[in-house]
């Protein structure tokens, strides 16, 4: 095993500051840590390795001091107005996906938020020079005397998968924050914890777009849609949960066939000019995957003339896992509401473009309860938000004491 941050040699994991110092020294929303938190704001939006970066960037604004304290002041005024008052929960182990870089950070910033401590695994194939400098950042931080405090409450480490490491944090942990999908929640799921962790667990999900086709509108309108797309798309190379896999298209025949023949003809060019990825790689990707679901049945036609964009007319209700880096499917709808027999479980974000707000609140009224998490204008579907997947995670990581005179 390997400490990133802070970078420190150990010989077992009892060595880790979060373990090796017991006390828990800051409240819920402490102005130290916000203002730790906005330090290293600051130093993510001047680094320039960053400037060609919307993740990172992305980041660095959200850690604003001013978007944290509103983040938790509902939270810390509910408090405040009830007979509760709220400490750390504990130790909290994230597991981070690989497939989006800078995700660690959100989830560890709710949960310290919350005064808790934090053990975060990285993925032993992470190999983003861009994460790296992002550690290198902390690191220098962390070494400042204002802020050497912060070693006992951030520990990162990586190690290749490991059952007897993952067993041992789950062991100590008060929390487990797991983003790994299905097949890894099924993994930690049979490990020993202590009896009342809590456990958030962040399972495989597919996300949507959803276009109306029946209003007229701008070239300019047309032209950020198109941009719009691009950065839900292929932002993360298309691997987020947020990001889509589908287009619905939501109108006429007519309609639905211009816009798809627009969007892929500005997308496409859009890729080709600025999507930075091996275009060997993405060919080969594509081609496998567009086979496959052609002998499954799943897709009747594709439209395609590059290897930056693939559009699949998809069959099916159950739509497919796309294979990312602008692998898209597509289809068409009548009305808005007959996206309905598409959502399931596994639906998390529905982006949306050209909508009434009295369409998207009859949108949101026939959503079944067990689907959909989100619904978002196209472009915001990688904004990360403290509610997500249903799930209140700076409140989920906070331990409630009831205290009552009489």
Not at 5 to 22: R, S
Not at 327 to 339: G, Q, R, V, W
Request: with cysteine.
């Amino acid at each position: 095993m390997k400490v990133i941050v802070p970078e420190i040699q150990i010989n077992a994991i009892e060595e880790l500051p979060v373990f090796q110092h017991t006390s828990f020294d800051f409240e819920t929303a402490d102005e130290r840590i916000i203002g730790f938190l906005n330090e290293f704001s600051r130093k993510i939006i001047r680094e320039a390795s960053f400037k060609q970066a919307p993740a990172f960037i992305a980041l660095g604004f959200w850690l604003r001091k001013s978007n944290l304290r509103s983040m938790v002041s509902d939270r810390i005024q509910l408090i405040a107005q009830g007979p509760f008052t709220a400490q750390p929960l504990g130790t909290i182990f994230h597991l981070c996906p690989s497939n989006v870089d800078t995700m660690f950070f959100y989830s560890l910033t709710l949960a310290l938020l919350g005064g808790n401590k934090n053990i975060i695994r990285v993925s032993s194939r992470m190999d983003d020079p861009l994460v790296f400098r992002l550690f290198e950042l902390l690191n220098e931080l962390l070494s400042t005397e204002t802020h050497q405090i912060f070693r006992n409450y951030i520990n990162i480490v990586t190690y290749e998968r490991n059952d007897a490491q993952n067993k041992a944090f789950s062991e100590r942990a008060d929390a487990r924050v797991i983003w790994g999908g299905d097949a890894t929640i099924d993994q930690f799921k049979q490990y020993k914890t202590k009896k009342r962790v809590k456990d958030l667990y962040f399972a495989d999900r597919v996300s949507y777009s959803l276009i109306n086709t029946t209003a007229e509108q701008t070239d300019t309108a047309m032209a950020q849609l198109v941009k719009d797309l691009f950065n839900d798309v292929y932002t993360f190379d298309q691997m987020g949960c947020s990001s889509p896999h589908c287009l619905f298209f939501v109108g006429t025949e007519e309609n639905n066939t211009t816009y798809r023949n627009y969007i892929y003809k500005n997308l496409s060019a859009m890729a080709q000019e600025v999507y930075e990825r091996d275009l060997s790689s993405m060919a080969s990707f594509k081609f496998n995957k567009a086979t496959d679901d052609l002998i499954d049945d799943a897709v009747s036609s594709l439209v395609r003339d590059n290897n930056y964009l693939v559009l699949s007319k998809v069959e099916t209700h159950d739509i497919p896992h796309s294979c990312g880096m602008g692998y898209l499917y597509y289809t068409s709808l009548n009305t808005l509401d007959a996206i309905v027999p598409y959502l399931n479980e596994k639906t998390q974000t529905l982006g949306h473009w050209g909508f009434s707000e009295k369409e998207l609140t009859a949108l949101n009224a026939v959503c079944p309860p067990h689907s959909v998490d989100r619904i978002v204008p196209v472009g915001k579907a990688l904004e990360f938000d403290h509610i997500w997947d249903g799930y209140d995670i700076f409140g989920e990581l906070i331990k409630y004491r009831s205290v009552r005179s009489k």
